[in-house]
């Protein structure tokens, strides 16, 4: 069966959602195909900290309600290395910019009850999904759903479909570059029922390893623990988290920390990852699909958020404007802020996290880094303005 629309997307996370929901707002129809079921997305813990670039973007898409009613504020956050701990004050340093702690799971919900809400087209745990023609006018999406094929043609196809789906590669081989930086080390991201060590986030230096000490509420606690890279989920039982968290923390931390039973536990490996070009024929690459963050920056839901913005504007512009610049452009404006935020996410994980491969002199130096950061205010701004996300 062959159905009809202006955009095809692959990939119902965050990245495909939005585009999708914001599309419909300016009478751009699209469907979305999407391999797992809602409850399956819906699983899924990830992100949690929002630019303000993001959250302006998510109102302007209809979906900011709950999250500003549920959403925390931050205004700054603190870092602790070598026996002492410093506050970036984000709000100060930025000119009145802050960021708002507000998970994935509940954008994933809101954009999916305000897609349901508009009659959005969103197909589920389909099979086999293909991306083929998009030399032609009309390029086409098929998959296989409940035994039979199905077929979409559209003028455009977004791959939005993460850093394992079908769209990257869909991309000849003697066209895709792929730019890719591997760490040392991973985390074990983890959700636990416990109240949080602290009212701000606090990125905690180690020479045993990194932590980053994250809420959802005052009483449900997000952690990224540093771990070796050859780890999984059952190497860190809840009795080798607690320890290993306290071990690390600042001892007036530690004396307060709050334990509790582990919600969700993810083994996530640290990389830094780069797809060019993010536009091939008819086919637009946007969110995971074209780039991967190590998480330490809180940037991976955030860059799927201003390449979402990018391409919509760009498929507005050429419906409504018939405009086809911005569609040119696309690839090589959101590789500009893909690529400076590669490199402050890269930035923010080395120096925080403990490199089983640095030898004295690096740890020495890497300490000396972090007490300069401390003093000054130079440098303190410039990591907030790439904290809080550069401007779209
Ligand atoms: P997503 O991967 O979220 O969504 C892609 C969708 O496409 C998925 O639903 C998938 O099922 C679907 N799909 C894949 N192949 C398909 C196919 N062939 N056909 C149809 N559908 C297909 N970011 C942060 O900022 N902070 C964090 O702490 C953080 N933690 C993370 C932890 C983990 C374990 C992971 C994997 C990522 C984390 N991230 C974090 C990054 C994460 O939030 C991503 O940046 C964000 O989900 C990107 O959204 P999408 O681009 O929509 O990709
Ligand atoms: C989170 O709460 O998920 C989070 C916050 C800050 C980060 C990374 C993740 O740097």
């Known amino acids: 069966m062959t159905e009809h629309t202006q955009v095809g997307i692959v990939g119902a996370g965050p990245a495909g959602l939005l585009l999708s929901q914001v599309l419909h707002l300016q009478g751009v129809d699209s469907i979305v195909v999407e391999r797992r079921s809602p409850e399956h997305v819906l699983s899924r813990v990830r992100a949690g900290a929002l630019e303000p670039g993001m959250v302006r973007f998510l109102r302007e898409a209809g979906v900011g309600d709950r999250l500003d009613r549920e959403g925390h504020p931050h205004t700054g956050f603190e870092i602790s290395f070598d026996g002492t701990r410093f506050r970036v004050d984000l709000e100060e340093l930025t000119g009145g910019e802050y960021i708002t702690i507000y998970g994935q799971t509940n954008i994933t919900e809101d954009l999916m009850a305000a897609r349901a809400a508009l009659g959005g087209q969103l197909v589920y745990e389909v099979e086999n999904t293909r991306i083929e023609d998009l030399d032609t006018e009309r390029p086409a999406i098929r998959y ?39 760490y040392p080390y991973h985390w074990i991201a983890l959700l636990c029922e416990s109240r949080p060590v602290d009212k701000e986030l606090v990125y905690v230096h180690h020479p045993k390893g990194f932590v980053l000490c994250s809420m959802r509420s005052p009483t449900l606690s997000r952690y990224g623990i540093q771990c070796e890279t050859g780890d999984s989920e059952d190497d860190w039982p809840e009795d080798r988290i607690w320890q290993t968290i306290s071990d690390r923390l600042p001892p007036d931390l530690a004396e307060t920390l709050d334990t509790g039973p582990c919600l969700d536990r993810n083994i996530v490996p640290m990389r830094s990852f780069v797809a060019e070009p993010m536009r091939f024929e008819r086919l637009y690459l946007a969110g995971d699909s074209a780039h991967i963050v190590p998480p330490t920056g809180a940037k991976g839901l ?3 958020g201003s390449d979402v913005y990018y391409l919509s504007r760009a498929f507005v512009e050429y419906y409504k404007g018939g405009r086809s610049d911005l569609l040119e452009a696309y690839g090589p404006t959101a ?10 996410s890269g930035w923010m994980t080395q120096i925080l996290h403990t490199d089983p491969t640095h030898g004295p002199f690096d740890r020495q130096a890497q300490i000396a880094e972090l007490r300069l950061l401390s003093q000054s205010r130079a440098r303190q701004t410039a990591l907030a303005q790439s904290y809080v996300g550069l401007p779209y």
Request: a neutral charge.
């Open 302 to 304: 955030n860059l799927a």
């Open 144 to 182: 296989r759903k409940d035994g039979s094929e199905h077929e979409i043609r559209c003028d455009f196809v977004a791959g939005c479909d993460g850093f394992h789906g079908v769209s990257r590669p869909t991309l000849p081989g003697d066209v895709l570059k792929s730019h890719d930086r591997k």
């Open 335 to 344: 590789l500009d802020r893909v690529w400076k935020t590669e490199w402050f």
